[in-house]
């Protein structure tokens, strides 16, 4: 497992599993190492499949919350997706 590319469902490239992790509560998490020599980790919930690959669904949120991931949304301000043309807080158009 360790090693494996992870892979976006939208098709980009998230980084190599570094560790997986397996808390007590009986939940597995990935530590992801990011092209950008970043760690993150991915709730095995966010996993859709494992092959010669770990894919993942798209975007995947870090705990700390002061990740540079995503955009903000020009008429609140609140953080958004980079790919989401509508802010979840505002529901505004981005485009
Ligand atoms: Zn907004």
Not at 29 to 49: C, H, M, N, Y
Request: proline letters at 3%.
């Amino acid at each position: 497992m360790v090693g494996k590319t992870v892979i976006e469902t939208s098709g980009g490239v998230k980084g190599k599993v570094k560790d997986v992790i397996f808390d007590l509560g009986g939940g597995v998490t990935f530590l992801v190492q990011g092209a950008d020599g970043k760690d993150s980790q991915i709730p095995l919930s966010k996993v859709t499949g494992i092959s010669e690959h770990v894919v993942v669904k798209g975007e995947t949120a870090t705990e700390a919350g002061e990740s540079s991931y995503g955009t903000t949304c020009k008429f609140c301000g609140a953080q958004k997706p980079a790919e989401e043309r509508w802010c979840p807080s505002c529901g505004r158009s981005q485009t």
